[in-house]
């Protein structure tokens, strides 16, 4: 079993800069790919970012591609989402999950989630 727990979000002006941690417990979290989500009311779970067992393959929605970058410790057993450039529409909640070795875009595939950070951005 794997508990994940994000921190670091908060209030910012837009064009400035956040990162985000998200801490799991558990023996598995070196062979774990993690991945980044965000929400809104209304909506559902965007795609953010994800990076696999070892970081060496990582990918990016369109919309942050170029401002935010996921990388991990997995010393720390910790991963991190570094945000950049923040904009309004970034405003959301943003969630840290954990699946198996393997990268995603897809909420469904992964099997743990934390409670989220909200992350706004005012203008």
């Known amino acids: 079993q794997v508990q994940v727990v994000e921190s670091g979000g908060g209030l910012v002006q837009a064009g400035g800069s956040l990162r985000l941690s998200c801490a799991a417990s558990g023996r598995t979290f070196s062979s774990d790919a993690m991945g980044w989500f965000r929400q809104t009311p209304g909506k559902e779970r965007e795609f953010v970012a994800t990076?696999?067992?070892?970081?060496?393959?990582?990918y990016y929605a369109d919309s942050v591609k170029g401002r935010f970058t996921i990388s991990r410790d997995n010393a720390e057993n910790t991963v991190y989402l570094q945000m950049n450039s923040l904009k309004p529409e970034d405003t959301a909640v943003y969630y840290c999950?954990?699946?198996?070795?393997?990268?995603?875009?897809?909420?469904?595939?992964?099997?743990?989630w934390g409670q989220g950070t909200q992350v706004t951005v005012s203008s």
């Open positions: 999950a954990a699946r198996r070795i393997t990268t995603s875009t897809l909420w469904s595939d992964y099997d743990y």
């Open positions: 990076i696999n067992w070892n970081g060496g393959r990582r």
